[in-house]
């Protein structure tokens, strides 16, 4: 139930992680509630956040529960927290200290149970140093910091992520059950995304929507990921693995690989993209 702060590039995943975070926790049968701070002008982002009463401002005929009410008892995600303005920064420290808060035009306080997530793609304690964020604020929402690489240096998720993506999309469409073939697997895995994430969730999406049949194959992907993989012969992969990465890198993805497609060093050294005999020396190298 710790207060967590989730910082990473645009678009790697920290909604994402927020959820599933929000979905292994105690609140998960309680609301997930998501704001993006960064996306209402100051006035209407108070009023977002906390609600208001009747005749607080001009067109207030009634009150108006805020986020916070409505995460009562679950999770409250603020994304994009680097962009919170510094008055209401304020209001979201007496919620973190106190559980309480006033609703826009009200003298009364509400009580309310939340866990907050938050989430940056701004360093804090960079605009801590800059007087844009109140330091007392930033200790208290950095009680756990999760910090999110670029998809490109987090190959050992990709293909978790990728059978992870691919099924919410398949239920969020007409669940239908869709998997992805080798080639295809391996395209996707040679890809530096520099999108992150959005980019993968994107590529995904486009494939499903080609696809007329249960599997994903590479006339399925987009064009410009087809032609990187064209320019590139199986022999000469563009994968992390051929870059100069630290050698654990490499032994840790050819062992993750092998496991997947149960020691089959032929299926494993395609989806690496090398060839068998590239593979045999390599786990020679390593003592696999």
């Not at 360093?123 to 964020?133: A, I, S």
């Not at 998809?151 to 969020?172: G, V």
């Not at 399925?220 to 990921?225: F, G, K, R």
């Not at 032929?266 to 020396?281: C, D, E, Q, S």
Request: with cysteine.
């Amino acid at each position: 139930d710790t207060t967590l702060l989730i910082e990473g590039a645009t678009g790697t995943g920290k909604d994402l992680l927020a959820k599933v975070i929000h979905n292994s926790s105690k609140r998960s049968y309680h609301p997930f509630i998501k704001v993006n701070c960064a996306a209402l002008p100051d006035n209407l982002l108070e009023s977002e956040m906390f609600g208001y009463v009747k005749g607080a401002f001009t067109g207030a005929d009634r009150d108006k529960p805020g986020r916070f009410n409505e995460a009562d008892g679950g999770t409250i995600f603020l994304d994009e927290i680097g962009d919170l303005p510094l008055t209401l920064q304020a209001k979201l420290l007496r919620v973190l200290e106190d559980k309480e808060f006033y609703p826009l035009g009200s003298r009364h306080t509400k009580k309310v149970d939340v866990r907050i997530i938050s989430a940056t793609n701004r360093g804090l304690d960079k605009l801590v140093e800059k007087r844009l964020f109140r330091e007392d604020l930033f200790y208290r929402l950095n009680v756990f910091r999760i910090e999110l690489p670029a998809l490109k240096h987090r190959w050992d998720d990709l293909p978790i992520l990728i059978r992870h993506i691919l099924r919410r999309l398949c239920t969020a469409r007409d669940n239908r059950r869709v998997e992805i073939s080798e080639r295809a697997m391996k395209v996707l895995l040679n890809f530096d995304y520099p999108g992150n994430v959005r980019e993968l969730e994107n590529i995904l999406e486009h494939a499903l929507i080609i696809c007329q049949n249960d599997v994903i194959d590479t006339q399925h992907l987009p064009d410009y990921l087809r032609n990187i993989h064209a320019t590139h012969p199986e022999n000469t992969p563009i994968d992390p693995v051929s870059r100069n990465t630290p050698k654990n890198i490499e032994l840790d993805k050819i062992l993750r690989v092998l496991s997947q497609c149960n020691g089959n060093k032929t299926k494993a050294a395609r989806i690496l993209g090398m060839n068998r005999t590239t593979l045999w020396r390599k786990m020679k190298q390593y003592d696999i």
